[in-house]
């Protein structure tokens, strides 16, 4: 059976756990408010898509390619983005939340996260080289042996980085960041100057 290839179409209020999405490569499309929740998409191809307000929590993602994605305002809970087909994977996330995902061992340099929910999230032997974590939270984020050279973590929050197990070369941190950095020593820190 031969995939479908499907161009610059849009899809709009679309529940997938009821209606099933064909199989395929979807290039330039526009998925708004749709219903991936425990779907199954693995082996599907997005090229150039936006997915906007849509749940993707608990998607399988076996294989999946992801190649110039944005999503924004989606929620991911659960998310193996560590399955997904390594091949140009390139993504920007804005206000989503990716609590319980895991990008175990991706290389996904210069990655932007902004305004998201990253709690508990794997980021353990991940390539972050360059990447923007903006006003995210952070809490019980994983993050060992991770390479995270150039990140900028200015704005996020709730963050615990062991920098003796990370590789952190001009990253970037705010003073208010830095006792995450510091936790491990049981260091008191003053921000009263």
């Known amino acids: 059976m031969n995939e479908v ?55 399988k993602l076996d294989k999946t390619a992801f190649r110039d994605i944005k999503f924004k305002d989606c929620k991911m809970l659960g998310v193996r983005i560590d399955t997904c087909n390594e091949f140009g994977l ?40 360059g990447s923007v974590f903006d006003r995210c939270d952070l809490s019980r984020a994983q993050f060992e042996r991770t390479n995270l050279e150039k990140a900028d973590f200015r704005t996020s929050f709730n963050y615990t980085i062991d920098p003796e197990l990370n590789r952190m070369k001009k990253a970037k941190f705010s003073v208010s960041g830095l006792p995450g950095l510091l936790q491990k020593y049981n260091i008191y820190i003053d921000n009263q100057g």
């Open 5 to 59: 290839y499907i161009h610059t179409e849009t899809f709009s209020n679309k529940d997938f756990t009821e209606t099933q999405l064909e199989k395929g490569i979807y290039e330039h499309c526009v998925f708004g408010n749709c219903n991936f929740n425990s779907f199954n998409l693995s082996g599907f191809q997005f090229i150039d898509c936006d997915f906007l307000s849509c749940n993707l929590s608990l998607a």
């Open 90 to 129: 390139a993504f920007s996330f804005e206000n989503c939340n990716l609590d319980h995902s895991s990008f175990f061992k991706t290389k996904i340099k210069k990655t932007v996260f902004t305004d998201s929910h990253l709690q508990e999230t794997d980021f353990s032997d991940c390539d972050l080289t």
